[in-house]
């Protein structure tokens, strides 16, 4: 019996999306985006499916198309302990087990990244928040070659709809 070990080298787009909108009201966004309230039992619905149609069904009843909740870690509990207040951090798994399953079926390494990370940041230096992710495609494409058309396109989807969730959460609205 033998062991090979392999390493792979990628690079990996770190997207930043800036805002004056308060920590707390991207998040509140974001909740809502995700539907928080409604999909926090996903997993444990999608563990009970039995068949492909099923599948569907249980994603489709939450928000077709969309991303949707699974945790968070709140990183700024986890700094609170020396005494020294730090800025909110809350990092979301956020995803779609539809999209996933595209991508799997293709690269199931990409098992590493699936679902998407998200994190939401309170500006250290002043009021405002950050939003950032890794470009999906960039962490789940193929490590070594091309990838598979199919793969290609629901990854520049994936991108697509990251993107506009960050948008989404950290736009400005005009004032009337």
Same mark, same amino acid.
């Given at each position: 019996?033998?062991?090979?070990? /392999?390493?792979?080298?990628?690079?990996?787009?770190?997207?930043?999306?800036?805002?004056?909108? +308060?920590?707390?009201? @991207?998040?509140?966004?974001?909740?809502?985006?995700?539907?928080?309230?409604?999909?926090?039992? &996903?997993?444990?619905? &999608?563990?009970? !499916?039995?068949? #492909?149609?099923? %599948?569907?069904? /249980? *994603?489709?009843?939450?928000?077709?198309?969309?991303?949707?909740?699974?945790?968070?870690?709140?990183?700024?509990? *986890?700094?609170?302990? =020396?005494?020294?207040?730090?800025?909110?951090? !809350?990092?979301?798994?956020?995803?779609?087990?539809?999209?996933? #399953?595209?991508? $799997? /079926?293709?690269? +199931? $390494?990409?098992? %590493?990244? @699936?679902?998407?990370?998200?994190?939401?940041?309170?500006?250290? =230096?002043?009021?405002?928040?950050? !939003?950032?992710?890794?470009?999906?495609?960039?962490?789940?494409?193929?490590?070594?070659?091309?990838?598979?058309?199919?793969?290609?396109?629901?990854?520049?989807?994936? =991108?697509?709809?990251?993107?506009?969730?960050?948008?989404? &959460?950290?736009? !400005?609205?005009?004032?009337?």
């Amino acid at each position: 019996m033998s062991t090979a070990k /392999t390493t792979t080298s990628i690079s990996v787009d770190l997207i930043r999306f800036e805002t004056s909108l +308060p920590f707390a009201e @991207v998040i509140s966004r974001l909740d809502v985006e995700i539907n928080k309230a409604g999909s926090e039992d &996903i997993m444990a619905q &999608i563990r009970a !499916v039995k068949n #492909q149609e099923e %599948f569907i069904s /249980t *994603i489709n009843k939450y928000k077709p198309n969309s991303f949707l909740y699974f945790f968070d870690y709140p990183h700024h509990r *986890i700094l609170q302990y =020396d005494g020294v207040k730090k800025p909110a951090n !809350v990092s979301y798994v956020v995803g779609n087990p539809l999209i996933a #399953q595209k991508i $799997l /079926t293709h690269n +199931p $390494l990409a098992g %590493f990244c @699936v679902p998407p990370r998200l994190l939401v940041a309170e500006k250290p =230096d002043g009021p405002g928040a950050i !939003v950032a992710y890794h470009r999906p495609s960039t962490l789940m494409s193929v490590p070594e070659g091309e990838n598979h058309p199919d793969l290609q396109s629901i990854l520049d989807l994936l =991108d697509s709809k990251l993107e506009q969730l960050a948008q989404t &959460i950290t736009a !400005v609205e005009p004032t009337a």
